[in-house]
């Protein structure tokens, strides 16, 4: 397989995982860089992506799209940076990294949309509530280690950025367990890097006019 590496993304998606994520793994690689509507929904872009969202990632013949699932592949694809546990420990790593992809991203959006599930409908629910998923999400996060135990891993970039906007947006509830974790996670070299690279690509501010 060829290492050529090829990121698809935009600085205000969730792109911003995958580049954090390709900072940690410290591969080379192409950044190409997608406008939404436009060259997203191109065709070329769409052989890549059919559903004309970023990010994803083309590593030689290998298309990988979905946040949770490239960084679950660039974990593997490189383990000599040490992002995933060893095969027979996983089973820590799998659960909250797919619980981020779906009861607590879905959870979370929801709420931001204004809807809630009705008690008699949160069995039907994937997720079940938002206070279920609150308390969960704290179970994982309970003591002063990473979501996988003691060693930060792929998983800590997609659950930390999950908290880390919840946080700044107020998408989730701040509980201290949850500011301590993020405080923790967010405090690397490789994540300042790659904010550093997005915001760097973010459009200039236009200027309003004045009357």
């Known amino acids: ?11 205000m998606s969730r792109g911003r995982i995958v580049r954090w994520m390709l900072e940690e793994v410290g591969c ?13 929904k191109a065709p070329d872009y769409l052989a890549i992506n059919p559903m004309g969202k970023v990010p994803a990632i083309r590593h030689g013949d290998t298309v990988v799209t979905e946040c949770a699932a490239i960084c679950a592949y660039l974990a593997d694809a490189f383990p000599e940076a040490g992002l995933s546990p060893p095969p027979d420990s996983r089973g820590a790593y799998y659960r909250w990294l797919f619980f981020a992809a779906g009861p607590l991203e879905a959870a979370v959006l929801n709420r931001v949309l204004g809807f809630k599930v009705p008690a008699e409908k949160e069995k039907t629910a994937g997720y079940g509530s938002f ?9 994982a996060l309970a003591g002063d280690g990473f979501i996988a135990g003691d060693r930060f891993s792929a998983a800590d970039i997609y659950v930390g950025s999950h908290i880390g906007w919840g946080l700044q947006f107020d998408s989730i ?36 006019s004045s009357a």
Do not use: C, H, Q
């Not at 206070?131 to 179970?139: H, I, P, S, Y």
């Not at 201290?176 to 904010?195: H, I, K, L, Q």
């Open 1 to 11: 397989m060829s290492d050529d590496l090829v990121f698809y993304t935009n600085p």
């Open 28 to 40: 080379s690689y192409e950044t190409e860089l997608l406008e939404s509507g436009t060259a997203m």
């Open 131 to 139: 206070e279920v998923v609150m308390d969960t999400l704290a179970f």
């Open 173 to 208: 509830e701040k509980r201290p367990g949850f500011e301590a974790y993020w405080a923790r996670v967010s405090d690397r070299d490789a994540y300042r890097r790659a904010n550093e690279i997005d915001n760097a690509l973010l459009p200039a501010p236009t200027e309003s």
